[in-house]
Each structure stands twice: as C-alpha cells, then as structure tokens.
C-alpha cells in the first residue's frame, strides 16, 4: 500500500488506500470461524498496520452486492460493491441491455443505505467456458451452441456507460464518497468482460475509450 502506484482514494480528508474484499462465505467459516466480530478485528488490526507505517486508513468495500450491508456494518468495512453487476442473463442480449441492467444496479446498491462503489461492465459472454468447460466447472458438459450471453460492446458503446457511471458517481456524492469507479474487468476473457489488449483488439481500443472518458 506505500508503493506509490497502489490505488488510493480520497474520502473523509484523507487519501485511502483502496482494498476490495471479494467476499465468500465458505472463507468466513474456515478462516475466521463464522464470526464477523473476528473479521472486523482483523480488519482493524490491518488498518493499525498501515498507520504506524504512516498511511492513512484502508477503505475497505465488501464485495457481495446489496447483500453486503450488513457485511460491511459488522465489519467496520467502509462501502459495498459487486464483482459484476446484477442482471437477467438472456438469449443474445444487446450490450445496451447489459448496460441498462447494470445502472439499475447501480440504485440497488445505493438504496441499500451504505457507501457504494458502482460496477462498470464490459461485457459478459461466457460461450468460450461453455464450449471448452475450464477443470474448476467441476465436470461440467460441453454445450456446443450456447445463446446465453451478451454481445460485446464497442468501444464506443463501453465509453458511453462509463461516462453514465462517473455521472453517476457525480450525482450522488452522499452514496459514492470515494469518487471511484470498479470496472469488470481486465482479464476475464472466457467471460467476455476483458479489457486487456488481445488479438481481436490488438490496439487497445476499449483501453483508449477508458481514457477519453476518465481524462
């Protein structure tokens, strides 16, 4: 966190580093014995940590969705978020359908009650996992002609939903304290939510569209 590129924030007057926690209830049992109270001395214990290396507080998001709240709340956590967002998944969904899921995602979480980190979406298209089942799907079968998916957005269509998310981000200063924006994601191409240069975009193109709208 003292490495100078490591993400922070800005919230409460002071500059934050920035740590997400992908929540799993399976961990919460085997590491912590079922206790929340023990996750949040632990997180405690974490920001003592980086106060006496001169840092100021972690601001720690709990990433679990709207059921996150009362995570966060028994945890001392500072705001919630989501890997992805909330949506229907459909037969050959539009992008546009993907992002309008997602901004109504987005008052999910802030009606909630607690801080919030929106989720950006790139896209999801899972045919590549389902085709060709990665070990971890636990012997799962082949589906050869899947239609469960969205299509991929276009570099243009991905910086206009990013521009609605830092409006967003914007408009609601009281839910979104930290000004940030989490963006799914860098490298989930079996998932089709990569942002990370490939063959088909050996440019970067969705990388340029991201700094168009954030500069």
């Not at 507080?57 to 990433?63: E, F, K, R």
């Amino acid at each position: 966190m003292r490495q100078p590129h490591y993400q922070k924030v800005t919230a409460a007057a002071a500059t934050r580093p920035l740590l997400y926690i992908l929540w799993d209830a399976n961990h919460l049992r085997w590491y912590f014995d079922n206790s929340l109270t023990h996750v949040r001395e632990a997180f405690n214990h974490l920001r003592d940590l980086a106060v006496k290396r001169g840092l100021d507080t972690p601001y720690i998001v709990i990433l679990r969705g709207p059921e996150g709240t009362d995570i966060a709340r028994a945890t001392g956590a500072d705001a919630i978020s989501s890997y992805i967002s909330g949506f229907r998944a459909k037969d050959m969904g539009t992008y546009a359908d993907l992002a309008g899921q997602t901004q109504r995602y987005w008052e999910k979480l802030r009606q909630s009650g607690a801080s919030v980190v929106p989720i950006a979406m790139v896209g999801w298209d899972t045919r590549a996992r389902q085709e060709r089942p990665a070990p971890w799907d636990h012997g799962r079968k082949a589906n050869l002609n899947p239609t469960r998916y969205f299509a991929l957005a276009t570099p243009e269509e991905l910086a206009a939903h990013l521009r609605t998310a830092v409006n967003y981000i914007s408009g609601n200063p009281k839910a979104c304290p930290a000004r940030t924006l989490l963006i799914y994601s860098w490298n989930e191409c079996d998932e089709g939510g990569g942002l990370i240069p490939t063959k088909g975009d050996p440019e970067g193109a969705y990388l340029s569209a991201i700094r168009d709208v954030l500069s």
